[in-house]
């Protein structure tokens, strides 16, 4: 179960924010922060405690908090952002996580090697890491030697289709994942009971489990009732703004 969330309020300068989708158009500051109010809320439908940092204009993606840390139940682990626009954006969250995580406890990706959040899915004490564009073998390896040390294990999923792991493949506890594109047929998943989400639906494979409930984004309804029939109860959340940006539910938020 979580307990805490961490969000970032979104800056204005958002709007420049790194995207493979320009057709989409910018994203609406203020829809956006409505969103946003709206995300939180539905959060703390689900029990969970959330603090809500400033906005920060230097960095356009710093909503998209979950890239910059990886929060285990035994430690944090500061990460290194491999998109040069966002690097250094680490550093704002570390006073933050150090309320909630001992200094012995809370750990660094250093140096040459670089890893998202968005790329670390959390399977109980395991941990899946995409070896992506953003993520490389160094932020792997460093990642998984930090693991390591807190008897928590880590492996290497190979990629190529999604920007981070995450934007692919959810982790619904249960052993239950939604898959999408390439990870439908991925070996590292064959032990998982999959939902299968669709090509033209495959945003909505960002959802989130918050504590038995899942946030799915508006507008997928064959992937609501699909988790629905899994036994879930879904809050559905818009996330429009943020999808202009390469972003959904996950990428909001870190949840520990
Ligand atoms: C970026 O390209 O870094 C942002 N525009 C989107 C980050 C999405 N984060 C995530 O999937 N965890």
Known sequence: ???????????KNMVEGITSAPELGKPDYKLALKQHEDYINALKSCGVEVTKLEEDDRYPDSCFVEDVAVLTR????ITNPGALSR????????????KFYKEDKIEYIKGSATLEGGDVMMVGDHFYVGLSDRTNK?????????????GLTGSAVEMKEFLHLKTGVAYLENNNMLVSGEFVD????KKYN?????????????SIW????VLVPKGYEKTKKAIENAGYEVIVVDTSEYR???????????RF
Do not use: W
Not at 74 to 77: F, H, L
């Open 210 to 213: 918050v504590n038995d409930k």
């Open 1 to 11: 179960m979580f307990k805490n969330v961490i969000v970032r309020k979104p800056s």
């Open 87 to 98: 690097k250094g954006e680490e550093k704002e969250i570390i006073e933050t996580i150090k």
């Open 138 to 150: 160094e932020g792997i390896n460093q990642f998984i030697s930090i693991l390591k040390k807190y």
């Open 244 to 254: 202009k940006l390469d972003g959904g539910l996950s990428c909001l938020s870190l």
């Open 194 to 206: 999959k939902i299968v989400i669709d090509e033209e639906d495959q945003y909505s494979a960002n």
């Open 186 to 189: 991925h070996p590292d998943f």
């Open 74 to 77: 035994k430690c944090a682990i």
